[in-house]
């Protein structure tokens, strides 16, 4: 249970975060405690481009209270490059994952989908993100089982 209380909403403070309207997350910000805050960098943590960090953005362009923006801002920046990181590791895995699918050299599967070995390994280390395209292409080299 918590001490902060919101007004003209229709949502409660017990209510899960990512259902509160962007009025009930200004007062969050602008009176609540560490407990609600960190109820908010949660949600942000595990979707960092949903709507409750979009709206929590938009409530941090025009309220700005003290002590709190900074931290949140770091927090959605935090949790976007991870997320971010994520990805790119996840795209990596799955370039090797039709690299080996394919049954063909590194070389040859390069070639195939028309790259060099070195970008191919980039790609494969998660150094460099292919394009949608190439992915694609890797997509239809690697063949049918994928």
């Known amino acids: 249970m918590t001490s902060l209380a919101f007004r003209n909403v229709d949502v409660s403070p017990d209510d899960p975060v990512t259902e509160w309207p962007a009025e009930a997350i200004q007062t969050a910000l602008e009176r609540g405690g560490l407990a609600d805050w960190r109820r908010l960098a949660a949600a942000i943590e595990e979707q960092p481009w949903g709507p409750l960090a979009r709206d929590l953005e938009d409530v941090l362009a025009y309220s700005r209270p003290y002590g709190v923006t900074e931290a949140m801002e770091r927090i959605i920046g935090r949790a976007r490059l991870a997320a971010e990181e994520a990805e790119r590791e996840e795209v990596a895995t799955e370039v090797r994952e039709f690299v ?47």
């Not at 191919?120 to 089982?145: C, D, E, F, H």
């Open 100 to 146: 080996a699918a394919s049954g063909l050299s590194r070389t040859e599967f390069a070639s195939r989908i028309g790259t060099s070995p070195s970008r191919l390994s980039t790609y494969a280390t998660g150094k460099v993100t292919p394009s949608a395209a190439l992915v694609l292409r890797m997509r239809r080299v690697a063949g049918p089982t994928r």
